[in-house]
């Protein structure tokens, strides 16, 4: 019998015996597109017992991470993302900022950690940060680690050395999302090439830093591109540790503001195959999450998402408060790692 976790399984899932997924090892061969948008296309209830039985033979039950992420530098990019309201490129009420002091970042570190969060993310809007920029990035890590918080980091594009230097600050997690499939990429953004982005991400790993590295949903591409996006994220040796799967917040002025919204049961099953092409990934509800409301999360959790961005703000878009996120987790029975610990 084929392991769940391999390409061949995509096919025969609907049959297959769930204690298979605690006997059989992770697969070690590539991950196809056409058979990951198999997956995709199984009757529903059938992908998520598949991707629920995978789950649960690589988590702990009710295990979810908290994440808070902070802006430390808002708005000016000079990259044209179409999704993205930071973009210099697009008027969206988006007001350029400074790099934030560290005084400031550990004041809102502190405030995370007190409501519950295991790993603090600090946010810059750049293409690629100059070596200055490192240096105060790194004071800002440093500061966040004292404080027993995990840290992650999403600078834009690295260099080999830079990646090191925020290693050697203690910077555990480095954010660069591929956003989306490599042939709709182009549809998406001119300014930067796909393999930029895989470039910066091979520096991180070469660093020692894990990757936190994701998609976004809903930004007119199709089921195809959605399935490659999960093979590259799936195919990466070793997969990201951290996956997010971003619904499209459509904001008024940016290209994809008059995108068609995703299907909420579509949004399901990209996080149901991301679980089950990367068993051992924290994949994360991230982006979005203020508009599937709290059903289409509940169906997100049951598919496999062991992981939230929590708090009032994602970067510079609403996200569910605080009190909101530890209502849903308590009616659902899942903890937080602070709360379980």
């Keep these: ?71 430390v530098k808002t708005g000016g990019c000079p990259e044209n993302c179409g999704y993205c309201p930071q973009s210099a490129a697009y008027d969206t009420g988006v007001k350029a900022d400074k790099l934030m002091d560290v005084a400031e970042v550990v004041r809102a570190a502190q405030a995370a950690k007190a409501a519950g969060a295991s790993r603090f993310c600090m946010g810059a809007a750049w293409r690629a940060p100059k070596d200055r920029d490192i240096a105060q990035v790194s004071a800002m890590i440093a500061a966040v680690k004292a404080l027993g918080l995990e840290s992650c980091a999403t600078l834009g594009m690295l260099a080999p050395h830079q990646a090191q230097a925020l290693r050697d600050a203690g910077l555990d997690y480095y954010n660069h999302n591929l956003d989306t499939g490599p042939d709709y990429y182009r549809d998406v953004v001119s300014t930067r090439q796909y393999q930029e982005r895989l470039d910066t991400l091979a520096h991180v790993r070469a660093a020692g830093i894990s990757v936190c590295c994701g998609g976004i949903v809903g930004m007119g591409e199709t089921p195809v591109d959605r399935a490659a996006l999960l093979a590259q994220l799936a195919n990466m040796q070793p997969y990201p540790e951290s996956v997010p799967i971003n619904s499209l917040v459509r904001v008024p002025g940016t290209p994809l503001a008059d995108s068609e919204p995703v299907d909420p049961l579509d949004f399901v099953r990209v996080v149901a195959v991301a679980r089950i092409v990367m068993p051992r990934a924290r994949i994360r509800l991230s982006a979005g999450r203020q508009q599937l409301g709290e059903a289409v999360q509940t169906l997100c959790f049951m598919a ?38």
């Excluded at 025969?12 to 204690?19: E, I, N, T």
């Excluded at 997956?39 to 059938?46: G, V």
């Excluded at 649960?56 to 808070?68: Q, V």
């Excluded at 510079?316 to 530890?326: I, L």
């Design 1 to 71: 019998m084929s392991s769940p976790h391999t390409p061949d399984a995509a096919l025969s899932a609907v049959h297959w015996h769930p204690r298979a997924a605690a006997t059989q090892p992770a697969a070690k061969e590539p991950w196809p597109v056409a058979q990951v948008q198999a997956l995709l296309e199984m009757p529903f209830m059938a992908l998520m017992f598949h991707a629920q039985t995978v789950h649960h033979a690589h988590w702990s039950a009710g295990d979810i991470e908290l994440a808070t992420l902070l802006s």
């Design 304 to 341: 496999g998402a062991n992981s939230i961005f929590y708090g009032d703000k994602l970067l510079v878009t609403g996200n569910p408060e605080a009190d909101s996120d530890a209502k849903l987790l308590a009616k659902l029975g899942l903890a937080s790692l602070k709360t379980a610990a």
